[in-house]
């Protein structure tokens, strides 16, 4: 009796520890009684499966979803385009209704608060709604274009992540009929590491103004949407050389993206064409008169970095990184002679990419170089007004730290002799 026990035991562990845990996303896909289609994706895995023929009260469970897909297919809104979505926002304080027409279309946006003044400041809830309308249906840019790049404004005003809690689209007929709902579910940021460049009296001003230049040239060609990505997640990060690394980023993003917009040849296609082919020619030649297998190795690597900087045609470029930058803020008329007069920020990069460490004083360094990225994209969002933006405090020479306040300017604003030596 005692072997069977043991064997049925020992049978039983074997089993139970031959069993993996399933460790991915547990989905739900069906209708509702009232003929909702609904896709989710269960965001809690802690739940039990029993035998759904015997469930009483005390059986059921609460249950948390994520990306909660409602359509409501409703047969009289299918064949209508969406003429509205409205998006619930999280972690941006407005104070009171604004709208806003993008570009020279009828599209309009529409920003409100949806919370009390007490919970106006709170992060990680949802504070304000934004709806946008009137989209034409042959437009390039979709709702989705539209909600992203505004989103990424507001963030850089605020200097908080905000996010979107919940998205709904919907027509207009005698009243605002819903069509579909969208909740992600997904973890908000609540804490914000950035700063704030609008106060929130501005907001309106800002975002009227910069509904303006809402196009894809503005975001995508010129790169300014990569660019704020990359922008706001120095929120994140508590690392000042990461940040530093990361605002370094986002200038060559737009640097690059603006140089492709712009003729840096020196010389003409052909004739660069034509130089490439007979160095390279004279180059293969060569080959033949080494003799030492030492020498020869050494030589294929010569051989092939000299046909990829002609391939990157590097040779036939117009001047440096920093040359092109000067043009670049040249271009979109941003002061930076009070920061960088020769942006040298770029050594402190270069130290920090093939050293470890700036050498520097990273901190202010990386203040500076945020007050150029800001300036850089007003400039290009053609801004007129009030901003904030970072100074360095005088204290007492003792003090081993500095500290670091906001300052209100006007932008655009030209940069007087006086000012070229300081630092903040």
């Not at 009483?56 to 385009?81: G, P, T, V």
């Not at 946006?109 to 989209?135: H, P, Y």
């Not at 370094?248 to 003729?263: A, P």
């Not at 007003?378 to 901003?387: D, R, T, V």
């Given at each position: 009796m005692n072997a069977q026990v043991n064997q049925y035991i020992n049978e039983k562990l074997f089993f139970e520890k031959s069993i993996k845990r399933y460790e991915g996303d547990y989905g739900i896909e069906g209708k509702t009684v009232e003929g909702w289609k609904i896709t989710a994706i269960l965001a809690n895995h802690s739940f039990k499966v029993g035998n759904v023929n015997n469930v009483n009260q005390q059986d059921k469970y609460q249950l948390r979803f994520k990306a909660l897909y409602i359509d409501y297919n409703l047969e009289m809104l299918e064949e209508k385009e969406t003429e509205?979505?409205?998006?619930?926002?999280?972690?941006?304080?407005?104070?009171?209704?604004?709208?806003?027409?993008?570009?020279n279309f009828d599209t309009e946006i529409d920003i409100k608060s949806v919370t009390n003044q007490a919970n106006r400041r709170k992060t990680g809830f949802l504070s304000a709604e934004m709806k946008i309308k009137n989209v034409d249906k042959n437009e390039q840019n979709s709702y989705g274009n539209y909600g992203n790049w505004?989103?990424?404004?507001?963030?850089?005003?605020?200097?908080?992540?905000?996010?979107?809690?919940?998205?709904?689209?919907?027509?207009?007929?005698e009243k605002f009929?819903?069509?579909?709902?969208?909740?992600?579910?997904?973890?908000?940021?609540n804490e914000a590491k950035g700063r704030s460049v609008i106060q929130s009296p501005d907001l309106p001003l800002f975002i009227q103004q910069c509904a303006k230049k809402l196009n894809w040239d503005t975001f995508n060609d010129k790169g300014l949407g990569l660019a704020l990505y990359w922008y706001i997640d120095t929120f994140v990060s508590i690392k000042s050389e990461v940040n530093f690394l990361t605002l370094c980023t986002v200038l060559e993003i737009l640097n690059k993206r603006h140089s492709n917009n712009s003729s840096k040849r020196l010389l003409p296609k052909g004739i660069y064409k034509q130089i490439r082919k007979e160095i390279i020619e004279t180059i293969s030649k060569f080959k033949d008169n080494i003799d030492h297998k030492d020498d020869l190795e050494q030589y294929n690597k010569f051989e092939i970095k000299v046909k990829k900087s002609f391939e990157s045609a590097s040779?036939?470029?117009?001047?440096?990184?920093?040359?092109?930058?000067?043009?670049?803020?040249?271009y979109y008329s941003v002061p930076y002679e009070d920061l960088f007069p020769e942006l040298?920020?770029?050594?402190?990069?270069?130290?920090?990419?093939h050293e470890g460490f700036s050498g520097v004083d990273i901190i202010t360094e990386w203040v500076k170089l945020s007050n150029l990225v800001v300036r850089v994209f007003l400039a290009i969002l053609e801004y007129e007004g009030n901003?904030?933006?970072?100074?360095?405090?005088?204290?007492?020479?003792?003090?081993?730290?500095k500290k670091y306040d906001l300052i209100c300017k006007s932008f655009p604003f030209v940069v007087s002799k006086d000012n070229l030596n300081k630092t903040d």
């Amino acid at each position: 009796m005692n072997a069977q026990v043991n064997q049925y035991i020992n049978e039983k562990l074997f089993f139970e520890k031959s069993i993996k845990r399933y460790e991915g996303d547990y989905g739900i896909e069906g209708k509702t009684v009232e003929g909702w289609k609904i896709t989710a994706i269960l965001a809690n895995h802690s739940f039990k499966v029993g035998n759904v023929n015997n469930v009483n009260q005390q059986d059921k469970y609460q249950l948390r979803f994520k990306a909660l897909y409602i359509d409501y297919n409703l047969e009289m809104l299918e064949e209508k385009e969406t003429e509205e979505i409205i998006y619930g926002l999280a972690n941006i304080e407005v104070f009171y209704q604004f709208s806003a027409n993008i570009g020279n279309f009828d599209t309009e946006i529409d920003i409100k608060s949806v919370t009390n003044q007490a919970n106006r400041r709170k992060t990680g809830f949802l504070s304000a709604e934004m709806k946008i309308k009137n989209v034409d249906k042959n437009e390039q840019n979709s709702y989705g274009n539209y909600g992203n790049w505004i989103i990424y404004l507001l963030s850089l005003v605020s200097g908080h992540c905000v996010d979107k809690i919940y998205k709904i689209e919907g027509i207009m007929d005698e009243k605002f009929n819903i069509k579909r709902e969208y909740w992600p579910g997904s973890e908000l940021l609540n804490e914000a590491k950035g700063r704030s460049v609008i106060q929130s009296p501005d907001l309106p001003l800002f975002i009227q103004q910069c509904a303006k230049k809402l196009n894809w040239d503005t975001f995508n060609d010129k790169g300014l949407g990569l660019a704020l990505y990359w922008y706001i997640d120095t929120f994140v990060s508590i690392k000042s050389e990461v940040n530093f690394l990361t605002l370094c980023t986002v200038l060559e993003i737009l640097n690059k993206r603006h140089s492709n917009n712009s003729s840096k040849r020196l010389l003409p296609k052909g004739i660069y064409k034509q130089i490439r082919k007979e160095i390279i020619e004279t180059i293969s030649k060569f080959k033949d008169n080494i003799d030492h297998k030492d020498d020869l190795e050494q030589y294929n690597k010569f051989e092939i970095k000299v046909k990829k900087s002609f391939e990157s045609a590097s040779y036939n470029q117009m001047g440096s990184l920093r040359t092109s930058l000067k043009e670049m803020l040249t271009y979109y008329s941003v002061p930076y002679e009070d920061l960088f007069p020769e942006l040298e920020f770029i050594k402190i990069r270069d130290k920090i990419v093939h050293e470890g460490f700036s050498g520097v004083d990273i901190i202010t360094e990386w203040v500076k170089l945020s007050n150029l990225v800001v300036r850089v994209f007003l400039a290009i969002l053609e801004y007129e007004g009030n901003y904030m933006e970072s100074t360095i405090i005088d204290l007492d020479d003792n003090c081993e730290h500095k500290k670091y306040d906001l300052i209100c300017k006007s932008f655009p604003f030209v940069v007087s002799k006086d000012n070229l030596n300081k630092t903040d």
